[in-house]
């Protein structure tokens, strides 16, 4: 299973998120450009001493990494506010999956939706007063429930 963050904007959450994939042994993906410059120090302190033990790979555009990745469009599972493929607990994720995350501001753009709206998913969230998660919580919330199979 492997984590994509598409132009990611916060450098604590990419460290956060990263802190994540190394507890549970995933690749972390990063689609640029990112709102950061990787190498700073809020990535590392998000990670702490564990970012240098990331799984990372980068792609300069969401063309690139499906150049490169070749994923089949069942391995692909997209989180939005609003995904009309359900919950995130309707899918069964296969070991493989590419977990697919927009950046903090305006999610995920057209062009990475585009035809794959059945395959958007959302987490969801009782209250009327919040808008959206923290893209940190919301990825390790998905990632856990994707590999609940496998953690048990």
């Known amino acids: 299973m492997k984590v994509v963050l598409v132009t990611p904007e916060i450098p604590g959450n990419t460290g956060t998120i990263g802190r994540t994939c190394v507890a549970l042994d995933l690749e972390l993906i990063l689609i640029r450009p990112y709102g950061f410059d990787l190498s700073e120090k809020s990535v590392r302190r998000a990670g702490l001493d564990y970012w240098k033990h990331v799984?990372?790979?980068?792609?300069?555009?969401?063309?690139?990494?499906?150049?490169?990745?070749?994923?089949?469009?069942?391995?692909?599972f997209l989180f939005e506010d609003d995904g009309a493929g359900g919950t995130v607990y309707d899918p069964a994720?296969?070991?493989?999956?590419?977990?697919?995350?927009?950046k903090e501001t305006?999610?995920?753009?057209?062009?990475?939706?585009?035809?794959?709206?059945?395959?958007?998913?959302?987490?969801?969230?009782?209250?009327?007063?919040?808008?959206?998660?923290?893209?940190?919580?919301?990825?390790?919330?998905?990632?856990?429930?994707a590999m609940r199979?496998?953690?048990?």
């Open 149 to 152: 199979a496998w953690l048990a």
């Open 55 to 76: 799984r990372l790979s980068e792609y300069d555009d969401w063309a690139a990494f499906l150049a490169a990745r070749r994923p089949r469009r069942d391995q692909l």
């Open 106 to 145: 305006r999610g995920l753009p057209p062009e990475v939706l585009s035809g794959l709206e059945d395959r958007t998913f959302r987490l969801p969230m009782r209250s009327p007063h919040i808008r959206s998660l923290n893209l940190a919580n919301a990825a390790t919330a998905v990632v856990y429930q």
């Open 93 to 102: 994720y296969p070991a493989d999956a590419y977990l697919v995350f927009g």
